[in-house]
């Protein structure tokens, strides 16, 4: 079966530094790869996507990820972070051609000032 | 524009009552739809999803159930409440197979 590590659960960073959130994923098949971001307290809005292509993906809000085939690897970057960017963030992965989205636990971005 | 709602917002039950969240999708048709669980510290399960009205995959087997019976209306059930159904019910709509899925703002269930 289909699993999503990140690895970590929280991360806290400095305001206008850099952040990088760590996405792995257990597939051997070809995969879609999705960042959502949530809020507080509310639902979760897409950042950005992997479905084929350039492995390098530009998303919402300055946020970017590159697909690493080889590491089965998605992870998201920042090169400099606002207080709003405070949020969990999650990784995702589909089998192409299947409906069902498996997401990881999630990483907890805390940006201070 | 498509546009999801969830209601209520917020939920608080006894155990062993019944449960009824509502999730209604507008300006599309025919959309696939999806009822995801969020406990605490954990990520995102999904339970059921739908391609067509009266059409239901499970999951997970669980105290819960859905039913579609409109195009755009998905209604996630339980005949009796557990403390373990306690947590963030989200609702999801996507225009097809490897389509983006979209979210609602979700409704937050505490069971007591």
């Known amino acids: 079966a289909q699993s999503v590590t990140q690895l970590d659960s929280q991360v806290p960073v400095f305001e206008e530094a850099p952040v990088e959130l760590r996405c792995n994923y257990s597939?051997?098949?070809?995969?879609?790869l999705f960042w959502y971001v949530q809020y507080p307290n509310q639902g979760l809005q897409l950042l950005l996507k992997y479905l084929s292509g350039s492995t390098l993906v530009k998303g919402i809000n300055g946020f970017e990820a590159e697909f690493n085939k080889s590491q089965t690897s998605f992870h998201l970057r920042k090169p400099s972070v606002h207080i709003s960017d405070t949020a969990e963030y999650f990784c995702a992965v589909s089998d192409m051609g299947t409906d069902k989205l498996i997401f990881g636990t999630g990483t907890r971005l805390q940006v201070f000032p | 524009s498509q546009t999801i709602h969830q209601w209520p917002a917020t939920l608080v039950q006894p155990v062993g009552s019944p449960l009824s969240l509502e999730c209604t999708v507008e300006?599309?048709?025919?959309?696939?739809l999806y009822w995801y669980r969020q406990a605490a510290g954990r990520g995102l399960q999904l339970l059921f999803y739908?391609?067509?009205?009266?059409?239901i995959s499970s999951e997970v087997p669980q105290n819960l159930s859905a039913s579609r019976p409109q195009d755009r209306q998905f209604i996630l059930s339980s005949k009796k409440l557990l403390l373990s159904d306690s947590g963030f019910y989200l609702c999801?709509?996507?225009?097809?197979?490897?389509?983006?899925?979209?979210f609602g703002p979700g409704t937050r269930l505490l069971v007591l």
């Open positions: 597939s051997s098949v070809s995969v879609y």
């Open positions: 739908s391609v067509g009205i009266g059409q």
């Open positions: 999801a709509w996507s225009a097809g197979s490897r389509e983006t899925q979209y």
């Open positions: 300006g599309t048709s025919n959309p696939n």
